[in-house]
């Protein structure tokens, strides 16, 4: 099992930057596929970005592409999302989530999850 805990979301501007991180509990974090979705207010939750074991591979959302980097350092038990020249329509609750399994853009195929980070981009 793994326990995870997002930070770093916060109230910008448009074209700011922010990173998110989620620290994860437990020893086997790298045996984990870990992926950021998010949510905003009326909406489904969607995919963002998400990174292989190693951290060698990385998938990212047409919407994101070019922004937003998803990274992971497995000695810290930590993956971050480095936002970039953030938009509006940015404007969601952003999730952590992991799977033992494949990456994967579908959130039905994650089963950790952590309890979100507002991130609100103002224009």
């Known amino acids: 099992q793994v326990q995870l805990v997002e930070s770093g979301g916060k109230l910008v501007q448009a074209g700011d930057s922010l990173r998110l991180s989620c620290a994860a509990s437990?020893?086997?974090?790298?045996?984990?596929?870990m992926a950021w979705f998010r949510q905003a207010p009326g909406k489904e939750r969607e995919f963002v970005a998400a990174?292989?074991?190693?951290?060698?591979?990385?998938n990212y959302a047409d919407s994101v592409k070019g922004r937003f980097t998803i990274s992971r350092d497995n000695a810290k038990n930590t993956v971050y999302l480095q936002m970039n020249s953030l938009k509006p329509e940015d404007t969601a609750v952003y999730y952590c989530?992991?799977?033992?399994?494949?990456?994967?853009?579908?959130?039905?195929?994650?089963?950790?999850w952590g309890q979100g980070t507002q991130v609100t981009v103002s224009s």
């Open positions: 989530a992991a799977n033992s399994r494949i990456m994967s853009v579908y959130y039905k195929d994650y089963g950790y």
């Open positions: 437990g020893r086997t974090f790298s045996r984990y596929v």
């Open positions: 990174i292989s074991l190693s951290g060698r591979t990385t």
